[in-house]
Structure formats: C-alpha cells, structure tokens
C-alpha cells in the first residue's frame, strides 16, 4: 500500500488511486466532479477550533500535530479513522487530498504518518483499538 498527498487543486489522475478528502471544508472553488474523490472523510479533519488556531500560528506546527492527535483520539473520530486505514489496508494506493496552501505542514501530511507507520493513532494500535477503545470510552461516560 502506498499513500501520497496531493492538494485538492492539483490534477485528478488514474494513478492517484483511492482519492480521500481530508478537510472538514470543501475546497473552494472546486466542482466536486473535478474532484473526482472516493470519499470524504470531514471528521478526519481537525475540528474547526484547531484548524483556526494553527492557521493564525502557522509556526506552532509541533503543537498542532499533538494537538491533532488528540483529536484523532477522541470517539468522534474512530468511525472515520477506521475507515482510512480500511482504504489503505484494501487499496494498492491511497491518495490523502488537502486544500490547504502549506503541503508540509497539514492535517493530511499527519494522516500519511498515521498510514505509513511512522506514528501509531492515539492510545491505539490500529483501527480495532482505536474503535474499541472509542466504545470502551462511551461505555464509561454513561
């Protein structure tokens, strides 16, 4: 399985594969038959609070991933994530679109990290722990 990025505006191509949108937002101006995605996966997206955030501190790129993570963590986000890492666990090649301007620091470049191995998800080993874990944690809320 190979993951790339790719931003929203770029060319759609055959060998891009799987195509994911990873941002909470439609890409502006994008028609979304030129986007040609398979999917949209907005809850793998940082909430709106951090997305803000990060974009009036560009600078603070190492908080926002840890921050990120956490979000990845929470039980709103485990359908989602469990979703990506069915895409790149069934597909030869996965393709992670982005809409935002900085292609080295974005949320799609930390769900790359997530899929390549680099970083496990948050409290988990994979997308069985993380969804167990977001019932485990719903469990113990009530």
């Not at 505006?9 to 502006?28: A, H, I, M, N, Q």
């Not at 560009?58 to 989602?80: D, H, S």
């Not at 890492?85 to 080295?104: G, I, M």
């Not at 930390?110 to 080993?125: A, N, Q, T, W, Y």
């Amino acid at each position: 399985m190979s993951v790339i990025l790719k931003r929203a505006y770029e060319e759609p191509s055959p060998s891009d594969g799987t195509r994911v949108l990873v941002d909470r937002l439609w890409p502006r101006g994008l028609k979304k038959e030129a986007a040609r995605l398979d999917a949209w996966l907005r809850d793998l997206a940082p909430s709106n609070e951090l997305r803000r955030w990060f974009h009036a501190r560009p600078t603070m790129w190492p908080q926002f991933r840890m921050k990120y993570l956490a979000e990845l963590g929470q039980p709103e986000a485990a359908p989602a994530l469990a979703q990506l890492y069915d895409f790149a666990r069934s597909r030869k090649k996965v393709t992670l679109v982005f809409a935002s301007k900085n292609q080295e620091h974005n949320n799609a470049v930390v769900l790359k990290e997530l899929l390549d191995g680099m970083r496990k998800p948050p409290h988990s080993s994979g997308p069985e722990k993380a969804v167990s874990g977001a019932v485990r944690m719903r469990r113990s809320v009530k």
